[in-house]
């Protein structure tokens, strides 16, 4: 009894938290390796981790498409602010990601060297900000959770990132912090309509918004998670963010942030305001289709592997926006395995980009060539991830985008002409991606013409280095050592890196093979969404004849649906 009334997801998010305040007091030695900070930061990670896996395992019921493991404490009663966290089938897998994806990331930042203490304690809070979006069930907490996570992601960029790092940390806090402004709006807009004011979710879906207010509402919420979504035209922050963030960083930049905007899109915008989604979800379809081809085209112009690796991101981000817009059980159900499948394979390919880096100390890959002969480990895993990300049968890329194709293009609710053009169009996607990225694995592992040592530019600008001072106040190696591409040493994957790189690669073959894994986290509950959502259709199908016919609607949802 005394197990049960545990607050297991409070103590989820200020574990992490009361950790990294606890930093300041570890002990720095300088001149050491400080492998007692690392361990400690880690380790707190693996706790937290697997006290997810325990709380889960032994409270959460995948049956239920209800809010579970509700925790309520008063906060602030006069602003109306509580502190309400729990959890169901969208919120679940995505916190387990983000526990994974952080931990194995602290890890994987083992030769981070400078200002360690303040590092890890970035990582850590920012930790325990992914744990609180994902549980908070007031929209208020869920707000402030929001920009709490905002405020160590632009100091881990800005700090430990390359050399044009400032301006894309800048750029980064720009972006999301003024869109995160219509998430506060249109918090107070839903909270104080109706005959009473509350911020939490599940009585929020008990109010009923006139259409005008919804269309508002859903435009702006659209805005601040279509940003961290990284959807066109607001995607550009992101390819900056990579190119300048420290590898560890873009592994959950990757893996997690951008998951954030496609679980608030599903959150808020498709279960909280169904009325409006009916009109947005063509344009969600259409900038689906956008992001998945511009990403794509885009990829092929980059010489940096990480803003190549960044546009792959904005490109099958689409597909999330697709199964979203699909109006079928499935297409909803791929959009998460989507994000799920894209953060594990997302976080590996970051990885082994910094892998690479600390051999060959750059990122442009016109600087490689046959660099697979002396890493013959780093060219295998890496070869597996690209193998992922391009959706080969057997991996979970595969099998998250073959859901959302089948459910778009099973649903009944478009007409015959949109859905042709619309899947016609992303299927280019899908041509172009092992393109891009089998000719990425061509110019970094395979033999090609290498320019001369004199010609490489240099990677950094440190003092002891004598180098040409390039607009930065200090060093900026993307946080580990500062040589040249000259000064390289091919050492092959350490036990380490293998490791890391290990446990994505078997939950990405694990769900290939059998995607169930993941989706019995989370069915039910997207067949209580989508249900929803189909019952307004079929309602307004029936009085609005001049939308729910034509170009882009079919004006039924057909059998196939069900």
């Not at 169901?88 to 994987?108: K, Y």
């Not at 104080?192 to 702006?220: C, I, N, R």
Request: glycine residues 8%.
């Amino acid at each position: 009894m005394a197990i049960a009334q545990v607050p297991w997801l409070t103590i989820l998010i200020l574990l992490p938290l009361a950790a990294a305040l606890c930093m300041p007091f570890l002990p720095l030695v300088r001149g050491t390796n400080n492998n007692l900070i690392r361990w400690y930061a880690i380790s707190v990670g693996a706790l937290d981790l697997a006290l997810m896996g325990y709380i889960f395992w032994t409270h959460y019921d995948p049956t239920r498409a209800d809010f579970q493991i509700v925790e309520t404490f008063s906060w602030v009663p006069s602003l109306g602010l509580s502190w309400t966290v729990s959890v169901d089938g969208l919120s679940a897998p995505l916190v387990l990601l983000a526990g994974l994806v952080t931990t194995l990331s602290m890890l994987a930042a083992w030769r981070v060297n400078r200002r360690p203490r303040l590092f890890y304690s970035l990582m850590l809070v920012l930790y325990a900000a992914q744990i609180g979006v994902f549980v908070a069930q007031d929209l208020l907490l869920f707000f402030i959770m929001w920009e709490v996570e905002l405020v160590p992601v632009y100091l881990l960029v800005c700090i430990w990132g390359g050399q044009n790092r400032r301006y894309a940390a800048t750029k980064f806090l720009m972006y999301t912090a003024i869109s995160s402004i219509f998430i506060l709006v249109a918090a107070l807009g839903m909270a104080f309509y109706g005959d009473w004011v509350t911020f939490d979710m599940a009585q929020l879906h008990l109010k009923s918004f006139p259409l005008g207010l919804e269309l508002l509402l859903y435009a702006g919420l659209l805005i601040a998670f279509g940003v961290k979504l990284a959807i066109f035209p607001f995607h550009t922050w992101l390819p900056d963010a990579h190119g300048e963030a420290s590898s560890p960083v873009s592994m959950v930049l990757a893996g997690v942030l951008l998951k954030m905007g496609g679980y608030g899109l599903i959150r808020l915008n498709l279960e909280l305001l169904p009325h409006a989604h009916l009109y947005f979800a063509p344009i969600l379809a259409i900038i689906g289709v956008i992001n998945i081809v511009y990403g794509a085209l885009n990829s092929f112009a980059q010489t940096n592997m990480k803003r190549r690796l960044a546009y792959s991101s904005v490109s099958h981000m689409g597909f999330v926006l697709l199964g979203i817009a699909s109006f079928t059980d499935l297409g909803i159900s791929g959009a998460l395995l989507q994000m799920l499948s894209h953060g594990l394979i997302a976080s590996v390919l970051f990885f082994l980009a910094g892998v690479t880096y600390d051999r060959t100390h750059t990122m442009m890959m016109n600087e490689m060539s046959n660099i697979g002969q002396a890493l013959p480990r780093v060219f295998t895993l890496f070869t597996m991830a690209v193998m992922a990300s391009l959706a080969l049968p057997g991996m979970s890329g595969f099998a998250s985008e073959v859901a959302v194709f089948v459910g778009f293009t099973t649903s009944g609710a478009y007409s015959e002409t949109f859905r042709t053009v619309t899947v016609g169009l992303s299927a280019v996607g899908l041509i172009l991606t092992p393109i891009y990225l089998l000719s990425m694995l061509r110019q970094v592992f395979y033999a090609a013409e290498a320019l001369p040592v004199c010609d490489i530019l240099p990677s950094c600008d440190i003092d002891d280095l004598n180098l040409k001072n390039q607009g930065n106040e200090e060093p900026s190696c993307f946080g580990n050592n500062c040589e040249l591409p000259n000064q390289s040493k091919f050492e092959d994957a350490t036990f380490r890196e293998v490791m890391i790189a290990g446990c994505f690669l078997v939950l990405i073959v694990a769900i290939g093979f059998y995607p169930k894994l993941a989706m019995q986290m989370y069915d039910v509950k997207t067949v209580a969404v989508n249900a929803s959502v189909q019952a307004v259709y079929q309602t307004m199908a029936q009085t609005e004849t001049q939308v729910y016919g034509g170009k882009f609607y079919a004006g039924n949802l057909g059998p196939t649906v069900f």
